[in-house]
């Protein structure tokens, strides 16, 4: 909220507000603030991002603002201005505050200090500081870059080791300090000494003072490098009889290849004979079986373009073939696998050009532009304000919004596929393992003991994962039941959304889970289902006969889809739902705000995006693109696009 309120024009920022001094047993402290001038009503304004740093609910706070002109003199005699915050239940740990605009009356304030006076919790106790206290400022503490990179790394692989729920690594700043009346954990907030945990962060103090001792990781880290060259002679052994293997292969071929020649010398005498047998064999062949032929062979150059990972040609190729062999499931692998070619965000545009670089149009508010060194990108992801690629190569990037650090990518690899909520990132490996970063409040990004993972999907507050043998795994806010799918079997896909979960099985049933005061989980007479999109409030079924079904919040008509036909691919939004017919024309209900549903006239499509903004991309089988709806921001401007796609010609 203070970044959205900063990148505001009729808000000049003025200055950062950090906390420089603590009081012992405080309740709560200052995650982040600024002072704002409000260009249009001539008052400052004192915004503040509050934690609850104690173990017990809080319901009301109490502020006192000492305020400061630029040459950091007192400005009102009287010393301070009080500000309180009415009407909470903020949880242990949890941020507060930040949605109130607290007006100074004096708006020549440029500095300000800020003094906890009363705290009082759910339970009724109160917490106070009648005098006013502001606290000492704690010795500085030393980075912990200091131990150097290699025992800094193998504290981090401890961490990940430790399971710790709810506390992210990325608080690991600073080397922690133990005094006789406190201790100073390794996010720099300062505990009494009775905390076993860190008040602020949530990290285990006897862990924290374990794990960044010198010694003892200097310790762990020869083991770690111990099983790592064993892992490694492990592999070349591997490797070494591979290759050995393959040679024997090669010579054995070599032998079936001079066998064959022979072959053919001997009965060439043979064969000539009966070429006019052999004509009328093929004009027969021709006449009666070349359909299914042709099937067999525009499958195989979709299957070999699928492996060059040319898939916009393999999706038009596999669009042509209806139902045949298991033509289903490689469009499912294209349409989920392997992200996609457009994608939309709020307020802007994203393409995929077949060079494997990435082009965008439309906002640029939190650098959505600087996507224009990438190269061997495979695949692009769009959230609030982000952009995400997979490389050819697994690893990823990220730009744009980060407030959560969730665009902190640039160390993954051997990633496969990832799913993005407005919060978090996640990514699955190719062994089946998943990581995640951003947001955790909720502990989402819990997922690094997961294994065996098939399929992920991220959503605000949760992530789900699929396992290969088609059970289901959930971390995160679980509140609505919405994390509880340990009993679900035979599963082939996920959709995780705001509150629930639905999950596909083999047989073509739904299941779901979680908040349904939209009957948004209304899913159980479902049947030969073959693919699903959670949404907000509604749920999408794409069944195999290319008919929609949907269920949950239709105030806008985004279910009226009872009448579609022929449907392959369906991108619902909040209040719209946009289907992709497989002639390549595309079908669209709901509100048509902005108009962002007049696609009725578009030819020729092969993918769609919708999610994320007020207006609907199509990208066309000849590489160009079009686009409908809201264009404030630019994010339709894409009439000179061209050459979107993989290796489109």
């Given at each position: 909220m203070i970044g959205d309120i900063m990148a505001n024009e009729r808000y000049k920022h003025l200055s950062d507000i950090v906390q420089e001094t603590f009081i012992l047993g405080c309740p709560v402290a200052i995650e982040k603030g600024a002072l704002l001038s409000d260009t249009v009503n001539n008052t400052t304004i004192l915004r503040l991002r509050l934690k609850n740093a104690s173990k017990k609910s809080i319901k009301f706070l109490s502020i006192s603002a000492y305020m400061y002109d630029a040459a950091n003199d007192s400005i009102i005699k009287s010393k301070f201005q009080e500000f309180a915050y009415l009407d909470l239940e903020v949880k242990p740990q949890d941020s507060f505050g930040d949605n109130q605009a607290n007006i100074l009356i004096e708006p020549n304030t440029r500095k300000v200090k800020i003094i906890f006076t009363k705290v009082v919790f759910t339970n009724e106790e109160v917490w106070r500081n009648d005098a006013q206290e502001i606290g000492v400022n704690f010795p500085e503490q030393e980075s912990i870059e200091k131990i150097g990179s290699d025992l800094l790394s193998q504290c981090k692989r401890e961490f990940e080791l430790s399971g710790m729920s709810g506390v992210s690594s990325q608080n690991i700043k600073f080397i922690p300090v133990l005094q006789d009346e406190y201790w100073q954990c390794s996010c720099g907030y300062p505990n009494n000494n009775e905390d076993k945990t860190c008040l602020y962060c949530g990290m285990n103090k006897e862990w924290i003072f374990k794990n960044t001792d010198i010694i003892g990781l200097t310790e762990k880290l020869k083991e770690y490098n111990k099983k790592q060259e064993e892992l490694s002679e492990k592999q070349r052994i591997e490797n070494a009889q591979l290759a050995e293997e393959k040679k024997v292969q090669e010579e054995i071929q070599k032998e079936k290849e001079i066998i064959k020649k022979n072959k053919i010398r001997k009965y060439t005498k043979i064969i000539i004979p009966i070429v006019t047998v052999l004509v009328s064999i093929i004009?027969?062949?021709?006449?009666?079986?070349?359909?299914?032929?042709?099937?067999?062979?525009?499958?195989?150059?979709?299957?070999?373009?699928?492996?060059?990972?040319?898939?916009?040609?393999?999706?038009?190729?596999?669009?042509?073939?209806?139902?045949?062999?298991?033509?289903?499931?490689?469009?499912?692998?294209?349409?989920?696998?392997?992200?996609?070619?457009?994608?939309?965000?709020?307020?802007?545009?994203?393409?995929?050009?077949?060079?494997?670089?990435?082009?965008?149009?439309?906002?640029?508010?939190?650098?959505?532009?600087?996507?224009?060194?990438?190269?061997?990108?495979?695949?692009?992801?769009?959230?609030?304000?982000?952009?995400?690629?997979?490389?050819?190569?697994?690893?990823?990037?990220?730009?744009?919004?980060?407030?959560?650090?969730?665009?902190?990518?640039?160390?993954?690899?051997?990633?496969?596929?990832?799913?993005?909520?407005?919060?978090?990132?996640?990514?699955?490996?190719?062994?089946?393992?998943?990581?995640?970063?951003?947001?955790?409040?909720?502990?989402?990004?819990?997922?690094?003991?997961?294994?065996?993972i098939k399929a992920i999907s991220a959503t605000d507050r949760n992530t789900v994962g699929l396992k290969s043998?088609?059970?289901?795994?959930?971390?995160?806010?679980?509140?609505?039941?919405?994390?509880?799918?340990?009993?679900?079997?035979?599963?082939?896909?996920?959709?995780?959304?705001?509150?629930?979960?639905?999950?596909?099985?083999?047989?073509?049933?739904?299941?779901?889970?979680?908040?349904?005061?939209?009957?948004?989980?209304?899913?159980?007479?479902?049947?030969?289902?073959?693919?699903?999109?959670?949404?907000?409030?509604?749920?999408?079924?794409?069944?195999?006969?290319?008919?929609?079904?949907?269920?949950?919040?239709?105030?806008?008509?985004?279910?009226?889809?009872?009448?579609?036909?022929?449907?392959?691919?369906?991108?619902?939004?909040?209040?719209?739902?946009?289907?992709?017919?497989?002639?390549?024309?595309?079908?669209?209900?709901?509100?048509?705000?902005?108009?962002?549903?007049?696609?009725?006239?578009?030819?020729?499509?092969?993918?769609?995006?919708t999610v994320g903004g007020d207006h609907t991309v199509g990208l066309k089988s000849d590489g160009t693109v079009v686009a409908v709806g809201a264009n404030q921001e630019g994010q339709c401007n894409v009439e000179k696009w061209t050459g979107i796609g993989f290796s489109l010609k």
């Open positions: 004009i027969i062949v021709t006449t009666v079986i070349m359909p299914p032929i042709i099937q067999s062979s525009n499958y195989d150059k979709a299957i070999n373009l699928m492996t060059e990972e040319k898939y916009s040609e393999a999706k038009l190729l596999l669009n042509s073939l209806g139902d045949y062999k298991d033509t289903e499931d490689f469009l499912k692998q294209i349409n989920e696998k392997y992200l996609n070619t457009i994608a939309t965000g709020n307020g802007y545009t994203v393409g995929l050009n077949s060079d494997r670089t990435v082009v965008v149009v439309g906002t640029n508010e939190y650098g959505q532009y600087n996507v224009e060194k990438w190269t061997d990108i495979i695949g692009i992801k769009t959230t609030y304000g982000n952009i995400i690629g997979l490389k050819s190569n697994g690893t990823v990037m990220a730009v744009g919004y980060s407030e959560d650090e969730q665009s902190n990518v640039e160390k993954w690899t051997d990633i496969i596929a990832i799913s993005v909520s407005g919060g978090h990132i996640v990514g699955l490996k190719s062994d089946g393992t998943v990581v995640a970063v951003g947001a955790n409040k909720y502990g989402e990004c819990n997922v690094e003991k997961w294994r065996d043998d088609g059970t289901a795994i959930a971390v995160g806010l679980n509140e609505d039941g919405q994390c509880n799918v340990e009993d679900w079997s035979d599963i082939e896909d996920i959709s995780a959304s705001y509150r629930y979960t639905v999950g596909l099985k083999e047989d073509g049933t739904v299941v779901a889970v979680g908040t349904n005061e939209a009957g948004q989980c209304n899913v159980e007479k479902w049947r030969d289902v073959i693919g699903i999109k959670a949404n907000y409030s509604n749920t999408f079924g794409l069944k195999s006969d290319g008919t929609v079904v949907a269920v949950g919040s239709n105030g806008a008509g985004q279910c009226n889809v009872e009448k579609w036909t022929d449907i392959i691919s369906i991108s619902p939004d909040s209040d719209f739902t946009v289907g992709l017919k497989s002639n390549g024309t595309v079908v669209a209900v709901g509100s048509n705000k902005f108009g962002r549903c007049n696609v009725g006239e578009w030819t020729g499509i092969i993918d769609i995006s």
